[in-house]
């Protein structure tokens, strides 16, 4: 008798935590995508079968011509947002009903992991964001812009150096060594070499700490999410303390120098330093005289001047900051470079259109470059623009509900969406990215898409590589800054070419959490002769 009962409860527990949620949205009302017990919709992921990516993308292509749909990320409810204008009224209009991200990092166990910008919530968030807004807009850019173009010009004259016509290079590990080097320059404040030193310390730190492919990390991704609670009872981290206290060490360092000496560096640090010393931050929504990084720019909401900015910032508060724009700077920025250079290998033409620029703005500033002509170049910024298009470096991003909100329906086949606190909605980048409606033949790169003629036809919340609202990414233009110097330089100098060992189509790896190209993005650098130098 007592082995059925245990077996009774068994059966009821596995179905109360297991298969009762995946009726979550049908209960609503709300088309949902038929989910797995336990794994919800991301068994394929799980498998190794599908990358994430290629997840949220199928998620969004699920519910055509909906304004939204429902998706499980194991058993927690998604609502995947469709429709542009459902969008905006959330991020933009309604915000405050939606102030943070998900929950992921414990600030008991992961304290510089959850006090970093992306993972604080409510007036913590508004706090930091203010204080950290001052930082990255078109004057900051513009005085930081020497770092980023120093390290640029150091990586491709490594393979000018080589004296070889066509060298074969991985473009992931390349690249990362190079936004390696300018976020250690700009976050944290100091110079390294990863090209010529490729065994550095900061490097190699660097490549541990973003590897999203090993089993440990697998597994601690997937716990935190599945079962968040136990992964704080056993005080489980994502990062070992050796990790987290590297990073804590160099801006201890850091500080202190610059404190006893009286050193001022145009970088994040500095920022924050003279916060910490009670200097106001004067952040404006518009410099006027000053170009901007791009289309793909995203501005600072009118939302912003009601925050206050923080009064008091230790040091953990800035290494916390520091290494969510090494994360940022390290892997999704190299991300993008990566696919950017495939695209121009694959379309020799857009290629050859661009080096055309190049060459013209070398040629007029006698061999220099300076922030404003590079800002200047409209055909790179289209290149670019479209890069960010088809390849955004995220591939979504998520809300909570922060109060009770209704989502009301508009056509026949819809009913009220009564969403609750800590309800998640999701929206899916790519899908917008990738929606035929919004760009015919989406899989098409094509720059002209971007044109002055062309780029005022695009929804304006149907482009969204750094996101939307006032929670979009602080440091989009300090990535299309880093993106830009590297493809003037590289591209000036070389011709980006297929080789033997180039997968094309590229496939998106299946291995990773993070977008890499299956078997490595390999590519050849062909020299090209230049008059000017």
Same mark, same amino acid.
């Given at each position: 008798?007592?082995?059925?009962?245990?077996?009774?409860?068994?059966?009821?527990?596995?179905?109360?935590?297991?298969?009762?949620?995946?009726?979550?949205?049908?209960?609503?009302?709300?088309?949902?995508?038929?989910?797995?017990?336990?794994?919800?919709?991301?068994?394929?992921?799980?498998?190794?079968?599908?990358?994430?990516?290629?997840?949220?993308?199928?998620?969004?292509?699920?519910?055509? #011509?909906?304004?939204?749909?429902?998706?499980?990320?194991?058993?927690?409810?998604?609502?995947?947002?469709?429709?542009?204008?459902?969008?905006?009224? =959330?991020?933009?209009?309604?915000?405050?009903?939606?102030?943070?991200?998900?929950?992921?990092?414990?600030?008991?166990?992961? +304290?510089?992991?959850?006090?970093?910008?992306?993972?604080?919530?409510?007036?913590?968030? &508004?706090?930091?964001?203010?204080?950290?807004?001052?930082?990255?807009?078109?004057?900051?850019?513009?005085?930081?812009?020497?770092?980023?173009?120093?390290?640029?010009?150091?990586?491709?004259?490594?393979?000018?150096?080589?004296?070889?016509?066509?060298?074969?290079?991985?473009?992931?590990?390349?690249?990362?060594?190079?936004?390696?080097?300018?976020?250690?320059?700009?976050?944290?404040?100091?110079?390294?070499?990863?090209?010529?030193?490729?065994?550095?310390?900061?490097?190699?730190?660097? &490549?541990?700490?973003?590897?999203?492919?090993?089993?440990?990390?697998?597994?601690?991704?997937?716990?935190?999410?599945?079962?968040?609670?136990?992964? /704080?009872?056993?005080?489980?981290?994502?990062?070992?303390?050796?990790?987290?206290?590297?990073?804590?060490?160099?801006?201890?360092?850091?500080?202190?120098?610059?404190?006893?000496?009286?050193?001022?560096?145009?970088?994040? =640090?500095?920022?924050?330093?003279?916060?910490? &010393?009670?200097?106001?931050?004067?952040?404006? *929504?518009?410099?006027?005289?000053?170009?901007?990084?791009?289309?793909?720019?995203?501005?600072?909401?009118?939302?912003?001047?009601?925050?206050?900015?923080?009064?008091?910032?230790?040091?953990?508060?800035?290494?916390?900051?520091?290494?969510?724009?090494?994360?940022?700077?390290?892997?999704?920025?190299?991300?993008?470079?990566?696919?950017?250079?495939?695209?121009?290998?694959?379309?020799?033409?857009?290629?050859?259109?661009?080096?055309?620029? =190049?060459?013209?703005?070398?040629?007029?500033?006698?061999?220099?470059?300076?922030?404003?002509?590079?800002? &200047?170049? /409209?055909?790179?910024?289209?290149?670019?623009?479209?890069?960010?298009?088809?390849?955004?470096?995220?591939?979504?991003?998520?809300?909570?509900?922060?109060?009770?909100?209704?989502?009301?329906?508009?056509?026949?086949?819809?009913?009220?969406?009564?969403?609750?606190?800590?309800?998640?909605?999701?929206?899916?980048?790519?899908?917008?990215?990738?929606?035929?409606?919004?760009?015919?033949?989406? *899989?098409?790169?094509?720059?002209?898409?971007?044109?002055?003629?062309?780029? #005022?036809?695009?929804?304006?919340?149907?482009?969204? +590589?750094?996101?939307?609202?006032?929670?979009?990414?602080?440091?989009?233009?300090?990535?299309?800054?880093?993106?830009?110097?590297?493809?003037?330089?590289?591209?000036?100098?070389?011709?980006?070419?297929?080789?033997?060992?180039?997968?094309?189509?590229?496939?998106?790896?299946?291995?990773?959490?993070?977008?890499?190209?299956?078997?490595?993005?390999?590519?050849?650098?062909?020299?090209?002769?230049?008059?000017?130098?």
């Amino acid at each position: 008798m007592i082995w059925l009962v245990l077996v009774t409860v068994l059966a009821f527990l596995l179905w109360y935590l297991c298969v009762k949620p995946m009726n979550h949205f049908a209960k609503m009302g709300v088309k949902q995508h038929q989910p797995w017990p336990i794994f919800g919709n991301q068994l394929k992921v799980i498998c190794r079968q599908q990358s994430f990516l290629e997840f949220i993308e199928e998620g969004y292509n699920h519910f055509p #011509g909906s304004r939204y749909g429902g998706i499980y990320q194991f058993t927690t409810p998604m609502l995947f947002i469709r429709d542009p204008d459902l969008m905006r009224q =959330i991020c933009i209009k309604d915000f405050d009903h939606f102030t943070d991200h998900r929950n992921f990092f414990n600030a008991e166990n992961d +304290p510089l992991l959850a006090g970093n910008l992306i993972a604080l919530k409510g007036q913590k968030w &508004k706090e930091m964001r203010a204080t950290l807004s001052g930082a990255f807009t078109s004057s900051k850019m513009k005085n930081m812009f020497h770092l980023m173009n120093e390290a640029a010009e150091n990586f491709v004259n490594h393979f000018i150096d080589k004296k070889e016509d066509l060298v074969e290079i991985e473009f992931k590990d390349a690249f990362t060594r190079y936004t390696n080097d300018v976020i250690a320059t700009t976050a944290f404040g100091i110079k390294v070499d990863s090209i010529a030193d490729p065994e550095n310390e900061f490097y190699l730190m660097g &490549k541990k700490t973003t590897d999203s492919s090993g089993i440990i990390i697998t597994i601690k991704f997937f716990g935190a999410l599945l079962m968040p609670k136990l992964f /704080k009872i056993l005080k489980i981290k994502f990062f070992s303390d050796d990790i987290l206290n590297f990073f804590r060490s160099i801006v201890n360092q850091s500080v202190k120098f610059r404190e006893e000496e009286g050193i001022v560096r145009p970088d994040m =640090i500095n920022q924050l330093l003279e916060v910490r &010393k009670g200097f106001k931050q004067h952040v404006k *929504l518009q410099e006027e005289t000053i170009l901007d990084t791009g289309f793909a720019t995203v501005k600072e909401s009118a939302h912003l001047g009601k925050f206050r900015q923080l009064k008091n910032l230790t040091n953990d508060d800035i290494t916390a900051q520091a290494l969510l724009f090494f994360f940022a700077g390290f892997d999704a920025i190299s991300t993008a470079i990566c696919f950017g250079a495939y695209e121009l290998a694959v379309n020799k033409d857009v290629q050859d259109k661009l080096r055309k620029e =190049i060459r013209e703005t070398h040629e007029s500033n006698n061999g220099n470059l300076t922030y404003d002509s590079l800002l &200047k170049m /409209k055909y790179m910024d289209m290149v670019v623009s479209e890069m960010l298009r088809k390849w955004p470096s995220t591939g979504g991003t998520d809300r909570t509900v922060t109060q009770p909100y209704t989502i009301e329906p508009l056509t026949p086949d819809e009913s009220p969406v009564h969403l609750k606190v800590g309800d998640v909605l999701f929206f899916p980048i790519i899908g917008y990215h990738r929606d035929s409606v919004y760009y015919p033949d989406p *899989l098409k790169f094509d720059p002209e898409r971007f044109s002055d003629e062309n780029k #005022g036809s695009i929804p304006p919340y149907a482009y969204m +590589p750094f996101g939307v609202g006032p929670r979009n990414c602080i440091g989009s233009r300090f990535a299309l800054l880093e993106i830009k110097a590297m493809f003037y330089h590289l591209v000036l100098n070389f011709e980006i070419i297929p080789t033997k060992t180039s997968k094309i189509p590229l496939k998106l790896s299946t291995k990773s959490f993070n977008p890499l190209a299956e078997g490595g993005f390999w590519f050849g650098l062909k020299r090209v002769s230049n008059d000017v130098k």
